[in-house]
C-alpha cells in the first residue's frame, strides 16, 4: 500500500535529498546547522552571565566530583549523569565562569550533533528553524550554561527519535542504530525515567513491526546509561521499587493531577514553582506556549498530505509521552522539565511555519510570510526579555548565599563545617561546609548527630523569614544576615 506504515517511515519529500549524498553537498548541509549552534553557544555567553554562581541544584550535582567541597546528599531522583558531564572541569577547578563556559560550548556541540541525526529526513532549512526555535526559548538558553539535566535528555531525545527513523528508513544503518543507542543513554544516564516516557512509542513501533535490531538498540542504550541508577538502588534504597517509590514521594506523590496552569505560571521566568500560586504572566509570554501545539499539528498535518507522516508524528508523539507525567501527574511546576517535549515538537513546528511561509513550489506567501515573521521577531523578544529578568533574579539570589558565605566565615564557621537548616544545600556549598537536614526530602542525619558535630567542628543552623530555630539550637547564638538568623554552635 502507498499509504502503509512503511511507506510513512521511508517516504521523502520532493527534491529532498537522499541520505546519501556526496560530501560536498553533505557539508554544505551542515553549515546552516553549526551556525544556529554557534549562535546558540554565544547568546549563552551572552545573557547567562559565566559568573552567575551555581544554583541549588546544581550544587548537588558538582559537589559530588569536587575535591574543594563536601558532596551534598542525593536524593533519590537524581542520577549521576550531570555529575559525570562536569567532572572533566569541577573535579579540578572551584571557577564557576570555566564551567559556564565549557557547558555553553558542549551544548552548543550536543545541539549540532541532535540536529545532524536529522539529516535527509528533512531539508536543512527545516532542521536549522526547528534548532533556532528550540534554542531561542528563554529555558533552553537558560539551563544551556547550566549543571542541569533537563537539556542533555532534550539532546539525548532528539538524537535518539532522529537516529530510529532513519535506521527505520535506511534498514541496514549500523551508524544510525548507533544513534539510536547513545541518544537511549544520554536520556538514562541524565534522568532514566524521562528516558522511558520519550522512547514508549518508539518500542510499541519495533515490537509491533518485529524490528529487533532496533528493539536491541533501544533497551540497550536505556540499560547501558540507567544500569547506575539501577545498581545504586539497590545498594542504598533497597531496590529498585523502593527508590521509585521515593522519588515519587520526594516529587509529592505521582498520580493524576493536571499540571498545566502550573506550567503557564512558571514560564514567565519561575524556576520552581512549588507551590505553584499567584497570577498568570502576561499573555503575551504565555501566547507561544498556547500556540505552539496547534503548529507542531499544522506540521504533521502537512507531512501526512504529503505521505510522510511519520517523519513528523513519531517526534510528535514522543513528546507528547515526554510532556504527559509533568503536564498530568505532578502537583508542581518547572519550565525546564518540558525541554525534550519543546525540543522533538520543534521539528513539526519548524516545518509547519515554513508551509505557513512558502507554498509548495518554494514561492513566498505575500500575506502569510510577513505574518510569520513578525510573530518569529516577536516570540525572539519575548523570550530575550524573560531571560534577561530570570537571570538577574537568579544571579541575586546567589549573590545572597555568598554574602550569608562570607558572614559565617566571619563567624568562625569553616571548613570542615556543618551547615544545617533552611537552604543548607547551596548555603553549605557556597561556604565550604558539609550540609545536613533532619526532616524533608533531604532528610540525612538526625538532632543527635548534629549536636555531637557540633563538639568537634564549627556548626550553623540556619532559619528562614519567620521561622523559629530548630531545637537543638535554641540556645546557640543568632546573627541576622540577609533576611536569614543563623545559629552558630558556641565550641567546648
Known amino acids: 500500500m502507498a499509504d502503509g506504515a512503511n511507506a510513512m517511515l521511508t517516504g521523502r519529500r520532493r527534491g529532498e535529498p537522499a541520505l546519501s549524498t556526496g560530501s560536498p553537498r553533505r557539508l554544505r548541509g551542515d553549515v546552516p546547522l553549526a551556525v544556529v549552534a554557534a549562535v546558540f553557544t554565544l547568546l549563552q555567553l551572552i545573557f547567562v552571565h559565566p559568573w552567575m554562581g551555581l544554583g541549588w541544584d546544581e550544587t548537588v550535582y558538582v559537589s559530588q566530583v569536587t575535591t574543594h567541597h563536601p558532596a551534598a546528599f542525593f536524593s533519590a531522583p537524581r542520577a549521576r549523569g550531570v555529575s559525570l558531564l562536569v567532572a572533566p572541569v569541577a573535579s579540578w577547578s572551584s571557577s564557576t565562569e570555566l564551567l559556564r563556559v565549557y557547558l555553553a560550548v558542549l551544548s552548543g556541540v550536543g545541539l549540532y550533533l541532535a540536529l545532524r541525526a536529522w539529516k535527509g529526513l528533512f531539508p536543512t532549512r527545516v532542521l536549522a528553524t526547528a534548532g533556532a526555535f528550540f534554542a531561542t526559548l528563554w529555558v533552553t538558553l537558560f539551563y544551556g550554561p547550566q549543571a542541569m539535566p533537563n537539556y542533555w535528555v532534550a539532546i539525548g531525545a532528539l538524537i535518539c527519535v532522529g537516529c530510529f527513523l532513519r535506521s527505520w528508513q535506511e534498514r541496514s544503518g549500523r551508524a544510525a542504530l548507533w544513534g539510536v543507542a547513545a541518544g537511549a543513554a544520554l536520556m538514562a544516564w541524565m534522568r532514566p525515567t524521562d528516558a522511558v516516557w520519550v522512547t514508549v512509542p518508539l518500542l510499541a513501533l519495533v515490537l509491533v513491526r518485529r524490528r529487533w535490531m532496533l528493539l536491541l538498540a533501544l533497551v540497550g542504550g536505556l540499560a547501558a546509561g540507567g544500569v547506575e541508577w539501577v545498581i545504586e538502588a539497590y545498594g542504598w534504597y533497597g531496590g529498585l521499587g523502593e527508590r521509585l517509590s521515593r522519588a515519587s514521594e520526594i516529587q509529592g506523590g505521582l498520580g493524576w493531577n493536571i499540571a498545566v496552569d502550573d506550567?503557564?505560571?512558571?514560564?514567565?521566568?519561575?524556576?520552581l514553582c512549588r507551590p505553584c500560586?499567584?497570577?498568570m504572566p502576561h499573555p503575551v509570554v504565555t501566547a507561544w506556549w498556547v500556540v505552539l501545539p496547534f503548529v507542531a499539528a499544522l506540521g504533521v498535518a502537512v507531512a501526512a498530505r504529503a505521505r510522510r507522516t511519520a517523519h513528523t508524528l513519531i517526534p510528535f508523539v514522543c513528546a507528547v509521552t515526554a510532556a504527559a507525567p509533568y503536564l498530568l501527574m505532578i502537583g508542581y511546576a518547572a519550565p525546564r522539565f518540558l525541554q525534550p517535549a519543546y525540543a522533538l515538537l520543534a521539528i513539526p513546528v519548524a516545518d509547519g511555519l515554513w508551509h505557513?511561509?512558502?507554498?509548495?513550489r518554494g514561492r513566498w506567501r505575500p500575506v502569510a510570510a510577513p505574518l510569520v515573521a513578525l510573530a518569529v521577531a516577536g516570540h525572539l523578544a519575548v523570550q530575550l526579555t524573560v531571560l534577561e529578568g530570570t537571570v538577574d533574579r537568579n544571579v541575586a539570589s546567589r549573590e545572597d548565599w555568598a554574602r550569608v558565605a562570607d558572614e559565617l566565615h566571619r563567624l568562625g564557621v569553616r571548613p570542615p563545617c556543618l551547615v544545617t537548616g533552611h537552604e543548607s544545600i547551596p548555603i553549605g556549598y557556597y561556604t565550604g561546609c558539609s550540609s545536613g537536614a533532619t526532616s524533608g526530602n533531604n532528610e540525612n542525619t538526625t538532632?543527635?548527630?548534629?549536636?555531637?558535630?557540633?563538639?568537634?567542628i564549627p556548626v550553623a543552623a540556619v532559619?528562614?523569614?519567620?521561622?523559629?530555630?530548630?531545637?537543638y539550637a535554641r540556645d546557640w547564638t543568632a546573627y541576622p544576615i540577609t533576611d536569614l538568623t543563623v545559629r552558630v554552635a558556641p565550641r567546648g
Open 263 to 271: 506550567q503557564m505560571r512558571s514560564l514567565g521566568g519561575r524556576g
Open 277 to 279: 500560586t499567584g497570577s
Open 356 to 360: 505557513l511561509a512558502r507554498t509548495h
Open 447 to 456: 538532632a543527635a548527630e548534629i549536636v555531637e558535630t557540633a563538639r568537634r
Open 463 to 471: 532559619t528562614g523569614p519567620g521561622g523559629g530555630a530548630p531545637g
